[in-house]
C-alpha cells in the first residue's frame, strides 16, 4: 500500500495562474479531506468529501475547489492564485468503518505564489 | 464554532527532563487526536483518545484525555532529543473533519 499519494511536492506559481493538486489513496477509504498549513500554525481544513460524488466545504474554502469522482482520487483546484494561498497542502483520508476515525495524511504540497 | 488550544506553543527543554504540553478544547467532541511532526514531513499519528480518563503511552509519551475539564494533556518523561519535533493535538474524529491546534514546537537539547 502506498497510503496516501501526492503531486507535486512543490511547485512555484505567479499570481492569477491556476493549478490542480493531486491526491490519490489506496486504502479504499470513503473520507477523503484538504487542509492547508501556514507558518506554525496547525492545520485548516479546505474541503472534505464523504464519497464519490460528494464534497462540502471547510473552514477555509475560498479561492479552491475540489471534485471527486472516484473513491480514490481528490483534487484540489486552485483558479487564479493569490499570495495568500502560499502555504503547505495535505490530502488526507480515513475509513468510515474505524472506530478511532483515525485520518492517514500524504506527505504534502508546497506552494508558493509570487 | 469549535476551539483548540494548545500550550505552550514553543518548548527547549533539556534531556532527561519530563514535561507536559496542554491542549484544551472548546466544546463536546468524540476524539482527541496526537500528532507529531518532524520539520518539512507531514504528520505522524502518535494517539487517539476515545473516552474520559483515557490513558496511552507508547515509549516517553503519555496521553490522556479528561472530557468533564475538555483537556488534554501529552506528558514527555526523561526526554530525548530525538522527540525533537512540533506536537499537534486534533479534535473531531467526524466526517467533517479535524480541527487543530497551533502546535508545540519542542526542542530538546543534550
Known amino acids: 500500500n502506498a497510503g496516501v499519494t501526492q503531486t507535486p511536492k512543490f511547485r512555484i506559481l505567479k499570481i492569477g495562474q491556476s493549478m490542480t493538486l493531486q491526491c490519490t489513496q489506496d486504502m479504499n477509504h470513503n473520507y477523503m479531506y484538504w487542509y492547508r498549513q501556514d507558518p506554525g500554525m496547525g492545520l485548516k481544513l479546505i474541503y472534505y468529501?464523504?464519497?464519490?460524488?460528494?464534497?462540502d466545504k471547510g473552514e477555509v474554502p475560498n479561492g479552491y475547489n475540489v471534485s471527486r469522482s472516484t473513491t480514490e482520487d481528490f483534487p484540489l483546484r486552485l483558479e487564479l492564485a493569490a499570495p495568500s494561498q502560499t502555504s503547505v497542502y495535505f490530502c488526507a483520508s480515513r475509513s468510515y468503518r474505524s472506530s478511532y476515525n483515525e485520518q492517514f495524511f500524504g506527505p504534502g504540497t508546497r506552494l508558493t505564489v509570487l | 464554532e469549535l476551539k483548540v488550544e494548545q500550550n505552550p506553543l514553543f518548548l527547549s527543554m533539556q534531556e532527561g527532563k519530563n514535561y507536559t504540553i496542554y491542549c484544551n478544547y472548546s466544546t463536546t467532541s468524540d476524539r482527541l487526536y496526537w500528532y507529531r511532526q518532524d520539520p518539512g514531513k507531514s504528520l505522524e499519528s502518535l494517539f487517539v483518545l476515545l473516552s474520559n480518563g483515557a490513558v496511552k503511552q507508547e515509549g516517553r509519551l503519555m496521553a490522556s484525555l479528561d472530557t468533564k475539564a475538555r483537556l488534554s494533556t501529552l506528558h514527555i518523561t526523561a526526554a530525548v532529543h530525538d522527540l525533537s519535533a512540533t506536537y499537534f493535538c486534533?479534535?473531531?474524529?467526524?466526517?467533517?473533519?479535524?480541527?487543530f491546534g497551533k502546535g508545540t514546537h519542542l526542542i530538546i537539547q543534550p
Open positions: 486534533a479534535v473531531g474524529g467526524g466526517a467533517d473533519g479535524l480541527t
Open positions: 468529501s464523504v464519497g464519490a460524488g460528494i464534497t
